[in-house]
């Protein structure tokens, strides 16, 4: 793959055309013309070359005409834009790996449409034949292209420059003028002031000049963003089957440690190991935020702050940080991201004997911006009714951590901050079903098996409660006390392996783009030689690989340093027919 779609072939480079003389076909001529017009390029020729076997015969022909257009760059462009339009089903349709639970639900609203998006692989896009098969025929693409470009670019770098073309004024940029100094001597300051200049110089003595070359960090430019594409896309890969990620809930005061059964939720590439967690833990020791009070914004978070205490390994010692939102705790190659935060009731139950049954902060899941949550108590052991038969308890219950008021609309909060906080139960007794071993939601009450409270008149049994206030179940079945309020909040635990290599390729991707599209690949001869009258002619010319109007400037400035050391001769005196010689600079033929 390159930069051009094909490089150009000696018949239609222009040095070629420029070095070609007119009706001289010498063979040292045509040898010498030939080398000039080496290509400028690492690109590979996508034809065959004239009179070449051609592509397409048999099995091995079509072997190298299927390698040869996957190698090139039309192909290659064709794979990225179809890897981009492959990744949207992914972004458009839950995918397992990440929510199976989204999945499920999906499927339920789309029945229609599940039979196809099975066949495709539409729940399972990253890892699915078709898109692996593109992922794949990409990364060969590059491979294929990069290796015989880098023979090919190292041996340019180790060869010398192409001798002059017999014919320098048919080149693009060129320049010539008369001097007093030997030719010899011409080529040396040629050679100094090129060398200076950082051109790669070599003389070229069958033609009485100086070859000189520049620009090969364009080629290195463009061979250093074929292969930061291969480390992104490698990067890629490792990340998806070696990347971990987690959640995890940490009430204030509460601590997590980097194991499996510590998470809430957790998903992992087809590649990890749980043995591969990295040793850490922490503690949250407080929690802050901040909100707009007043004006059009008001209730708009400022600052969100976990202040944490963490220890490396099992037996490392404790270190105080803070974690914000987009400021991530790194330890141990892992990331620790603060996502969420919210309000944890703290109540207690006792049965109708006033034993303590049950005492704990209960974490309430946020319904909207000024934190209205939603959640369920359940007591699961411990309790006895006033007959002394075991029972569980079980309470919906609504938080708001600024309530309007009695009579000030419905249990919605004014304001995130808890400046006036109201915690709604409604209590049930029964059997919550924990027992039979299927999974729960902890913040969903399961009422299939239990039955309600009522009051005297029938109605279903609730209460606002404000922290401090008990709510006493009917028929002695015991009480509920609002202890107060505790924080929780939310952490991302993520372990991705390929994310410095991604990012170093793509720093590396983004310089070599640049060095192959703002650094010119140019050569520059100098030749020097003695004329009718005796006098040294010099002549300079310059070709680079695309028109560029930096090439005239260039060689009009080399050749004015050089006309320092070997300055103009006096012009002949004016005869008829006779005009003096005025050294001029050419660029473009004009």
């Known amino acids: 793959m390159s930069t051009s779609d094909k490089a150009p072939t000696a018949a239609s480079d222009p040095e070629h055309d420029a070095a070609a003389p007119e009706a001289d076909t010498e ?101 699915s034949v078709w898109f692996s098969a593109i992922y794949i025929l990409l990364f060969v693409s590059l491979i294929g292209c990069i290796i015989p470009r880098t023979w090919q670019f190292v041996g340019q770098l180790r060869g010398r420059p192409p001798g002059a073309p017999r014919r320098l004024d048919r080149l693009p940029a060129y320049t010539t003028w008369r001097t007093g100094a030997a030719p010899d001597e011409v080529l040396a300051h040629a050679e100094e002031v090129l060398g200076g200049r950082r051109f790669r110089t070599a003389p070229d003595t069958a033609g009485h000049a100086v070859a000189a070359e520049k620009g090969y960090l364009r080629e290195a430019g463009n061979l250093a963003f074929h292969i930061a594409l291969i480390v992104m896309l490698v990067a890629f890969a490792t990340g998806q089957l070696l990347k971990s990620e987690g959640g995890k809930l940490v009430l204030r005061g509460k601590g997590f440690a980097n194991t499996l059964t510590q998470y809430d939720d957790f998903k992992s590439g087809s590649l990890f190991d749980s043995d591969d967690l990295p040793p850490f833990s922490f503690t949250l020791d407080k929690f802050d935020a901040e909100y707009e009070k007043s004006g059009p914004q008001k209730g708009t978070p400022r600052e969100f702050k976990a202040y944490v205490t963490y220890s490396k390994g099992a037996h490392g010692a404790p270190t105080k940080t803070e974690i914000e939102v987009n400021k991530p705790l790194d330890v141990e190659g892992s990331k620790v991201y603060l996502l969420g935060h919210g309000y944890a009731p703290i109540l207690s139950v006792t ?63 004014q304001f995130p901050a808890a400046d006036f906080p109201v915690l709604a139960l409604n209590a049930w007794h029964g059997s919550l079903g924990v027992d039979s071993g299927l999974p729960q939601n902890v913040y969903q009450l399961d009422t299939a098996k239990m039955q309600q409270f009522k009051k005297e008149n029938g109605d279903p049994f609730s209460q606002l409660m404000l922290p401090g206030e008990t709510m006493t179940l009917p028929d002695g079945a015991g009480t509920v006390k609002f202890e107060g309020i505790e924080r929780w909040a939310t952490f991302q635990i993520s372990q991705e392996p390929g994310t410095g290599y991604a990012l170093a390729g793509a720093v590396a991707a983004i310089l070599g783009l640049a060095a192959s599209l703002f650094i010119q690949r140019r050569r520059i001869w100098v030749r020097a030689v003695t004329g009718e009258d005796g006098v040294t002619v010099v002549e300079m010319a310059g070709l680079g690989r695309s028109e560029s109007a930096k090439l005239p400037e260039e ?36």
């Open 27 to 127: 063979a040292a001529a045509a040898a010498t013309d030939a080398a000039a017009s080496a290509q400028l390029s690492t690109a590979p020729l996508e034809d065959p070359p004239a009179g070449g076997p051609a592509v397409g015969i048999g099995v091995l022909g079509w072997a190298r005409w299927f390698w040869r257009q996957l190698t090139s760059m039309r192909v290659a462009l064709i794979l990225l834009f179809l890897l981009s339009l492959g990744s949207i089903p992914g972004s458009l349709i839950p995918q397992n790996r990440v929510d199976p639970m989204k999945v499920a639900l999906w499927k339920g609203k789309h029945e229609f449409w599940v039979p196809v998006a099975e066949k495709l692989q539409l729940f399972d896009v990253y890892s």
């Open 351 to 413: 049965d109708p004997s006033g034993k303590v049954v049950f005492k704990d902060a209960v974490p309430m899941l946020p319904q909207d911006a000024n934190l209205t949550s939603a959640g369920a108590v359940k007591v699961t052991d411990g309790y006895q009714d006033k007959n002394g038969k075991k029972e569980q308890l079980g309470f919906n219950a609504r938080f708001v951590p600024t309530f309007a008021g009695k009579g000030g609309g419905t249990m919605l909060s």
């Open 555 to 590: 060689l009009a400035d080399l050749a004015a340093r050089l006309n320092e050391r070997a300055p103009t001769a006096p012009a002949p005196e004016a005869v008829p027919g006779n005009n003096p010689v005025e050294a001029t600079v050419e660029g473009g033929r004009g």
